[in-house]
């Protein structure tokens, strides 16, 4: 089943905060975090296993609640860069395929 | 550079034509992955291959067929049995297929059939 990604869109101001959820209603093994500039291919953020542990990359961070079956992705002091969809990826059970999320477009302005 | 390749980037197809998408890895990964992206939704999963000779059905694989004959490559045949087929492409490779290991992207191939 799809995981459901919470805010559909944002919109920031450059140097704002931004949090995206993703939550499963099966138990997560692992989370993947891509983001998507429109027209190219996904790229990778991050990967978050089973565990709860947070991770960070420059000023993005995610962590990974395992009670909730949720991961939360942090944008912190956006960048115009940062704009895009970013979709997760969850892992449940023995599955070995990626279920997405529909994503979330991010845009950041000035 | 080690990287995935598809092509080709735009492809147009008449109704009732097979097409067939190429995807080639040289980064020596086991697992390759054809995903189908619609405008404004995430990434559908359509067949997924774990080690050559072997692949399975994604969540949509009705319409489509792979082969998995060399492990560097992964090809995808859209056929006419697809009722709704003009979509963006993405492949993508990862070293295994497992909860651990990032999927790494090629920059897809955006497909039109009328």
């Given amino acids: 089943q799809q995981p459901v990604q919470s805010p559909q869109a944002v919109i920031l101001r450059e140097g704002e905060d931004a949090v995206i959820n993703c939550s499963s209603s099966k138990a997560l093994y692992s989370v993947h975090w891509y983001r998507q500039k429109h027209g190219e291919a996904p790229v990778f953020l991050m990967i978050l296993l089973k565990g709860g542990e947070q991770k960070g990359h420059e000023k993005i961070s995610a962590s990974f609640n395992e009670k909730k079956q949720q991961s939360s992705l942090y944008l912190t002091a956006s960048q115009l860069s940062y704009s895009g969809t970013y979709f997760c990826g969850t892992l449940t059970g023995t599955a070995s395929k990626l279920t997405f999320g529909t994503g979330t477009r991010l845009q950041v302005t000035l | ?114």
């Fill in chain 2, 1 to 114: 550079d080690g990287g995935i390749t598809q092509s080709p980037k735009y492809l147009f197809r008449k109704e009732g034509q097979n097409v067939t998408l190429s995807c080639e890895q040289n980064l020596n990964h086991d697992a390759m992955y054809w995903y189908r992206q619609d405008p404004g939704q995430g990434l559908r999963l359509i067949y997924y291959s774990q080690i050559v000779n072997d692949f399975q059905k994604g969540d949509i694989a009705e319409g489509y067929s792979v082969s998995r004959e060399k492990k560097e490559s992964f090809p995808l045949t859209v056929t006419s049995a697809q009722k709704n087929p003009t979509a963006f492409y993405l492949c993508a490779s990862s070293i295994l297929a497992s909860s651990g290991y990032e999927q790494y992207f090629g920059p897809g191939t955006r497909l039109t059939v009328t």
